[in-house]
């Protein structure tokens, strides 16, 4: 094998262009940002993928990225995805990789479920979450990797989700369907720079993962899709979630950390994430929610500038008896809201179990929850807070809140159940509950996450021969 690898570096770099770390465009030249640049790359047509749209390129993809992780150790490789419609099932990534995407480059997702692997359910879900059963690995897969990065210059993936939504309705599916983009047990992770367009279901999903960014991503699906929600970091620490644009017919975001009593066993919180100038339009679900699986906890969750239009709520907190862990120590601020059915909204009482394994006793814990200068227009109602009896949710702060109503809203403006807080400059008047004199403005920590200081490089694909 010594002998072997120069033999295939020669090969590889026979046909690579070279990319390289740079402070300007050079002619010629497609530049990025990346956690980090790679020293070679590649384009999918060196290993025979045709973007026709009709071609299946699923060999080409695993095959080109599997030559190109022999680079790993020397600088890492890039995979270029050129002008074209690349018709692919599920394929997996590895590390030290950059798959760049091409602004008029189109991967589609097979409609065909042949082509989409079935694997283990995930430990701290226990089960598939559309059936008991396995589940379909995601279009972009990848496991245990270190440094690596998806992005293009607005590129698009598609899963053409349609086949895959009406077979779930009408309850054909065997297994749970698959996502665009996962990315499990890895750490240093890049996502942006996208479009993504109808999903089977969930678009992003990093889970147990470390140092992830996600910035700069469009994602587009009907409304009326189902559980097709835009990011979902899942068990994972220090993430940054900055710039999205999503339409969705679930949550544009939402924070996870396993299910019941596999996610009490497996034991990893979320915590350490940002979220941060996102704009989101759900009419059905929420811009940000926290939960429902959240049974490792989730802690630390600082979310900024958001924009939310024709959304169903801001952020909203699901948990229910027999979740147990804790989501505590969020903070909000900057909310720019026009058309809600609720601004706040707590769930106490959402159900959806896995299995009947799950403890029935199990409290979760929710405290420390801060929202402040919030702007909302046409809402029918401020909030519907319900906690848990014997199980109060407390420490929420409420400060700067200004709420216009709609024309016809409902008569009850707080509705509050076992909750405890406080309030400042609050329109309308909160419910008892709430009615607490607070401080001027709700905590919102001072000192900066490590994600958010992390640097992304400008770096370039010199354009050669085979990629122009």
Known sequence: MANLFPFMLLILLAY??????INSTNSGSITYKGLRCRKYSAVLTDFGGKGDGVTLNTQAFQKAIDKLSILAKHGGAQLIVPPGKWLTGSFNLTSFFTLYIHKDAVILGSPNESDWPLIAPLPSYGVGRDTPGPRFASLIFGTNLTDVIITGGNGTIDGQGKTWWTN?????????????????HSKNVQISNLVLVDSPSWNVHPIYCTNVIIEQLTIRAPIDSPNTDGINPDSCTNVRIVDNYIVSGDDCVSVKSGWDQYGIKYNKSSEHIIIRRLTCISPDSAAVALGSEMSGGIQD???????????????RIKTGLGRG????????????LTTMKYVFWITGNYGSHPDNGFNPNAMPVIKGIHYGD????NVTQTANLAGIPKGTFKDICLSNV?????????KIQWNCTNVEGVSNNVTPQPCGMLAAKGPTKCDFPTKSLWIDGMMLKTCSIVLGPHNV
Request: hydrophobic share 45%; charged share 25%.
């Open 374 to 377: 919030v702007v909302a227009v």
């Open 168 to 184: 779930f309705r009408g309850g054909k599916l065997k297994n749970t369907r698959p996502y665009l983009i996962e990315i499990m």
């Open 16 to 21: 690579s262009s070279v990319s390289e770390c």
């Open 301 to 315: 969750v600082r979310i900024e500038d958001t924009v939310a239009i024709n959304t169903q709520s801001a952020i």
């Open 325 to 336: 862990g804790f989501v505590k120590n969020i903070f909000v601020k900057g909310m720019n």
């Open 402 to 410: 200004h709420v216009e109503l709609a024309k016809k809203p409902k």
